[in-house]
């Protein structure tokens, strides 16, 4: 029988059941252990470093313990730290980025997806070239920097090579003042050697969701295709990791299993990959299952409702502190709104998940992925953000100045952070403005970005970040970056 082993390269020592159950059980037995909870809030709380913070984090089976208790005033304190270790890292920027469909062929089984390949129902479309660039054009156009793209699998019609002339057309696209700087990749898993190409066509985050840490539910989910093999798709990472990819973004479908289970084989996965590789995730993503094509969500008997959603998102935020964290328009802007307070750092705004999408007038649905929750445009979101105090970022800089992976987390942990990512954030918000908002979120925006410039801690970085700014408003110069 496998043994739990972080530092072991096969799932089922890394992702071992009989832990993760005894997890839970540990954790349903101390629900109500006033004196442990506390402590264990003590450990997480973030504390003055030098110039800098430091949270310590928690184990899985520390954070699981949060994550089951059942104390009213504790659960408030568990939502108090997690919004203070998002502040004391993230600050108020939040990420912006859009998913860029490129292909539903998909020749897997998943039960919950409607590109599974026996749907015959939904239309089947793969982006020509040209297409992938009047998409591109188009998410320029509202102000995208930041892409991830999606495709189904199938090794005939989305061959690596498909992949990697879409990559470098997405790169290669300058329109107007518009560019994509950061391409992310959500595809699914696969060997070494085409990780190595990714890397090398300059990918920045490369997103593979785990769908459900539990065995046996996977191979129920997943009964036909490639991805029904629940070993090679847990170990993807690694896979990832060795063929040079620093960055690695993880996820759960939550809706799929018991959420406390996933929570727990999501931190479980993440230590494994900081213990191995010497880093953890970049990012992890928390969908949630939604109605598509042919799947009704409520045939799935493991939906969450939105208070645990919150307390999911807000434990997952003190276990991995320095870890950003991913929410789609799968959910509404109520949801993401609170979201945003307990830890989310990275949001997609305006999107569509047909393939083409961008390009039509009217969002169509027939090739869609999941049902849209939050339809609102890309300024809309901006301007939303603005007026809940967030700084919108376009930023794309660690990655294009090579601070991933632990040099990235370095960043994080050392204080640098307001004059950094700040100004960063600032600068590139500046762009959106001047080129593609709208006068109201225009008029929101310069006098937050007049306000944050005078939080700038260094002050030859404020000037500069004052200067750019100013360029920017008067010129076509973009792109300056810390
Ligand atoms: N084909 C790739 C793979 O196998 O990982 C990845 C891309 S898929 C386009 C992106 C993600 O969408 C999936 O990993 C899954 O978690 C999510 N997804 C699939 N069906 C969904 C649904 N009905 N509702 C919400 N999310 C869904």
Redesign the pocket.
Same mark, same amino acid.
């Given at each position: 029988m496998a043994k739990y082993d972080p530092r072991s390269r096969s799932a089922e020592d890394f992702i071992n059941d009989e832990e993760i159950r005894e997890t839970l059980d540990y954790a349903a037995a101390h629900a109500r252990d006033v004196p442990l909870i506390e402590s264990l809030l003590e450990k997480a709380r973030p504390r003055l470093l030098g110039n800098g913070c430091h949270c310590a984090g928690l184990t899985h089976r520390e954070a699981s313990v949060l994550l089951a208790c059942e104390v009213p005033e504790l659960n408030e304190k568990i939502f108090q730290l997690a919004r203070e270790i998002k502040l004391a890292y993230y600050g108020n920027r939040i990420v912006l980025f859009a998913p860029l469909?490129l292909s539903n062929y =998909?020749v897997?089984g =998943?039960t919950?997806?409607?590109?599974h390949a026996r749907n015959k129902h939904i239309a089947r479309k793969k982006l020509t070239q040209e297409e992938v660039r009047r998409e591109v054009i188009a998410l320029q156009d509202m102000g995208h920097k930041r892409l991830a793209i999606?495709?189904?699998?199938d090794p005939r019609m989305n061959p690596i090579e498909y992949i990697l002339e879409s990559i470098q057309t997405i790169y290669s696209i300058k329109h107007k003042n518009g560019a994509i700087r950061r391409v992310n990749v959500?595809?699914?898993?696969t060997t070494v050697e085409e990780y190595r190409m990714l890397k090398d066509a300059g990918i920045g985050t490369y997103i593979?969701?785990q769908?459900t840490y539990d065995k046996k539910s996977y191979l129920e989910l997943h009964p036909t295709g490639p991805?029904h093999d629940y070993d090679y798709h847990t170990e993807a990472m690694d896979r990832a990791m060795d063929g040079g990819i620093d960055d690695v973004g993880l996820?759960v479908?939550f809706g799929l299993e018991k959420y406390r289970y996933e929570f727990a084989g999501l931190l479980m996965h993440a230590e494994h990959l900081e213990a191995v590789h010497g880093v953890g995730p970049h990012t992890i993503s928390v969908?949630?299952?939604?109605?598509?094509d042919d799947?009704d969500?409520d045939q799935f008997d493991n939906g969450i409702d939105d208070d645990t959603f919150a307390k999911i998102i807000a434990c997952i935020r003190i276990a991995v502190p320095y870890t950003g964290m991913i929410i789609s328009t799968?959910e509404n802007e109520a949801v993401r709104g609170r979201a945003l307070e307990l830890g989310i750092s990275q949001i997609s705004g305006g999107s569509r998940t047909s393939v083409g999408g961008y390009d039509e007038e009217v969002r169509p649905h027939d090739s869609e992925?999941?049902d849209v929750s939050d339809q609102r445009s890309l300024d809309e979101v901006v301007r939303w953000l603005m007026q809940l105090d967030h700084i919108p970022s376009f930023c794309t800089a660690c990655y294009r100045e090579g601070r991933t992976g632990d040099r990235f987390m370095s960043l994080c942990k050392s204080g640098q952070i307001l004059n950094c990512c700040h100004p960063n954030a600032l600068m590139t918000l500046a762009e959106y403005l001047v080129d593609y908002a709208s006068p109201a979120t225009a008029e929101v925006g310069w006098p937050l970005i007049e306000r944050e410039l005078g939080r700038i801690p260094n002050e030859r970085t404020r000037s500069l970040a004052a200067e750019h700014v100013a360029d920017i408003r008067a010129s076509n110069r973009r792109d300056f970056r810390f």
């Amino acid at each position: 029988m496998a043994k739990y082993d972080p530092r072991s390269r096969s799932a089922e020592d890394f992702i071992n059941d009989e832990e993760i159950r005894e997890t839970l059980d540990y954790a349903a037995a101390h629900a109500r252990d006033v004196p442990l909870i506390e402590s264990l809030l003590e450990k997480a709380r973030p504390r003055l470093l030098g110039n800098g913070c430091h949270c310590a984090g928690l184990t899985h089976r520390e954070a699981s313990v949060l994550l089951a208790c059942e104390v009213p005033e504790l659960n408030e304190k568990i939502f108090q730290l997690a919004r203070e270790i998002k502040l004391a890292y993230y600050g108020n920027r939040i990420v912006l980025f859009a998913p860029l469909y490129l292909s539903n062929y =998909c020749v897997n089984g =998943c039960t919950y997806c409607p590109y599974h390949a026996r749907n015959k129902h939904i239309a089947r479309k793969k982006l020509t070239q040209e297409e992938v660039r009047r998409e591109v054009i188009a998410l320029q156009d509202m102000g995208h920097k930041r892409l991830a793209i999606e495709a189904g699998e199938d090794p005939r019609m989305n061959p690596i090579e498909y992949i990697l002339e879409s990559i470098q057309t997405i790169y290669s696209i300058k329109h107007k003042n518009g560019a994509i700087r950061r391409v992310n990749v959500n595809i699914a898993a696969t060997t070494v050697e085409e990780y190595r190409m990714l890397k090398d066509a300059g990918i920045g985050t490369y997103i593979l969701f785990q769908e459900t840490y539990d065995k046996k539910s996977y191979l129920e989910l997943h009964p036909t295709g490639p991805k029904h093999d629940y070993d090679y798709h847990t170990e993807a990472m690694d896979r990832a990791m060795d063929g040079g990819i620093d960055d690695v973004g993880l996820g759960v479908l939550f809706g799929l299993e018991k959420y406390r289970y996933e929570f727990a084989g999501l931190l479980m996965h993440a230590e494994h990959l900081e213990a191995v590789h010497g880093v953890g995730p970049h990012t992890i993503s928390v969908p949630r299952l939604k109605r598509a094509d042919d799947i009704d969500p409520d045939q799935f008997d493991n939906g969450i409702d939105d208070d645990t959603f919150a307390k999911i998102i807000a434990c997952i935020r003190i276990a991995v502190p320095y870890t950003g964290m991913i929410i789609s328009t799968r959910e509404n802007e109520a949801v993401r709104g609170r979201a945003l307070e307990l830890g989310i750092s990275q949001i997609s705004g305006g999107s569509r998940t047909s393939v083409g999408g961008y390009d039509e007038e009217v969002r169509p649905h027939d090739s869609e992925q999941f049902d849209v929750s939050d339809q609102r445009s890309l300024d809309e979101v901006v301007r939303w953000l603005m007026q809940l105090d967030h700084i919108p970022s376009f930023c794309t800089a660690c990655y294009r100045e090579g601070r991933t992976g632990d040099r990235f987390m370095s960043l994080c942990k050392s204080g640098q952070i307001l004059n950094c990512c700040h100004p960063n954030a600032l600068m590139t918000l500046a762009e959106y403005l001047v080129d593609y908002a709208s006068p109201a979120t225009a008029e929101v925006g310069w006098p937050l970005i007049e306000r944050e410039l005078g939080r700038i801690p260094n002050e030859r970085t404020r000037s500069l970040a004052a200067e750019h700014v100013a360029d920017i408003r008067a010129s076509n110069r973009r792109d300056f970056r810390f």
